[in-house]
């Protein structure tokens, strides 16, 4: 039961999303076949930016003032497939928002 309404949500979300489900992108051509690529969630390897990681700094260094530990901060700035700057971006936390 679980399967069939996972896979029936997964459905709307990629037509939400403009994307076809997996099964067609394999009878597509190279190019449609190759469309993942410019998706929000794939990144581009690469080290951090050194402006955006040093106003995040200053963002956390705030927070730290007002009682709040970076370490439980999650933060992932990511511009378009290029990574900007991370705070424990790959660590899940509890309440996180988007």
């Known amino acids: 039961m679980l399967e069939l309404f996972s896979s029936g949500l997964m459905s709307v979300w990629f037509n939400l999303a403009g994307l076809d489900r997996p099964i067609h992108a394999v009878s597509t051509t190279a190019v449609s076949a190759?469309?993942?690529?410019?998706?929000?969630?794939?990144?581009?390897?690469?080290?951090?930016?050194?402006?955006?990681?040093?106003?995040l700094k200053q963002y956390l260094n705030g927070l730290t003032k007002k009682?709040?530990?970076d370490a439980a901060q999650?933060?992932?700035?990511?511009?378009?497939?290029?990574?900007?700057?991370s705070n424990q971006g790959t660590t899940p936390l509890p309440a996180a928002s988007l």
Not at 34 to 55: R, Y
Not at 74 to 85: K, M, N, P, R
């Open 34 to 55: 190759l469309s993942w690529q410019d998706t929000p969630w794939v990144l581009s390897p690469g080290a951090p930016d050194l402006a955006t990681q040093t106003s």
């Open 67 to 69: 009682g709040l530990t």
């Open 74 to 85: 999650g933060v992932w700035l990511q511009a378009g497939t290029h990574f900007l700057a």
